[in-house]
Nanobody
């Protein structure tokens, strides 16, 4: 089983930045598409960003385009989410996911981290 551990969450004011990190165990990190999801209280989980196995293709939700950047370092078995210009609407628990494959308009991911809280408030 692939183990994913997120870190870097916390409290930020609007306009500030946070950088989330996801550390993955296992020997097959480079073969997985990976993604960041988030879920706010009372809301459904939504995909924030995803990145292909090679790191050459990335996708972003419209709500975060131009503000968030996803990247991966297969040698370090990590995936990052740089979050700039944070808004209160970004408040959620952020989950790292791995082993993701395209299924129509959605991603199906086999492995999930426990999540890290991001709170954006003035």
């Amino acid at each position: 089983q692939v183990q994913l551990i997120e870190s870097g969450g916390g409290l930020a004011q609007p306009g500030e930045s946070l950088r989330l990190s996801c550390a993955a165990s296992g020997r097959t990190f480079s073969v997985y598409g990976m993604a960041w999801f988030r879920q706010a209280p009372g809301k459904e989980r939504e995909r924030v960003a995803s990145i292909s196995r090679s790191g050459g293709t990335a996708y972003y939700a419209d709500s975060v385009k131009g503000r968030f950047t996803i990247s991966r370092d297969n040698a370090k078995s990590t995936v990052l989410l740089q979050m700039n210009s944070l808004k209160p609407e970004d408040t959620a628990v952020y989950y790292c996911a791995a082993g993701c494959v395209v299924a129509g308009d959605t991603l199906r991911c086999n492995y999930w981290g426990q999540g890290t809280q991001v709170t954006v408030s003035s």
